[in-house]
């Protein structure tokens, strides 16, 4: 399960403990953060050329020149798709970006199931089985890997 993009935003220092807790790279939370934002001015972008697009068709119901304004409003259009699939993409890297960063979740999971330990035999470490029933994961067994 992701993190929440609103808890990376706000609590951007909990969340680069979690990942160095984790042994992760604790630049993702900065990357992700550059991604977000990048996602929120492409966003901003497509407000614009969408108003821009909106204020050309007003001022076509009594422009004289119309075909220039004509041309306007396609060239604006066409600027608007190159946007929306240039968030498309940046969202879909967000997304994915957000899928590795350590969360809360994880942070909790960890604490009550310690699955690794730092053993040098590795004797304490845990085997979990999980089993899928009705859309739900749940936790059905806990071994230890010595047996």
Not at 95 to 120: C, F, G, H, R
Request: with cysteine.
């Amino acid at each position: 399960m992701p993190i929440d993009l609103k808890w990376v935003r706000n609590h951007s220092i909990q969340v680069e403990d979690w990942q160095s807790l984790r042994g992760l790279p604790v630049e993702r939370v900065a990357e992700t953060a550059a991604l977000d934002q990048n996602c929120r001015q492409g966003l901003h972008q497509i407000r614009q050329l969408r108003e821009e697009i909106n204020q050309i068709a007003k001022q076509l119901r009594h422009a004289e020149d119309r075909e220039s304004l004509l041309q306007e409003r396609a060239r604006r259009q066409s600027e608007l798709q190159a946007q929306e699939e240039s968030l498309k993409e940046k969202e879909r890297l967000l997304k994915s970006s957000l899928w590795q960063l350590a969360s809360p979740v994880d942070m909790q999971l960890n604490e009550i199931y310690p699955l690794y330990k730092d053993t040098p035999d590795e004797a304490e470490n845990l085997d979990v089985d999980l089993d899928h029933h009705a859309g739900w994961w749940f936790r059905s067994s806990i071994h230890q890997a010595a047996q």
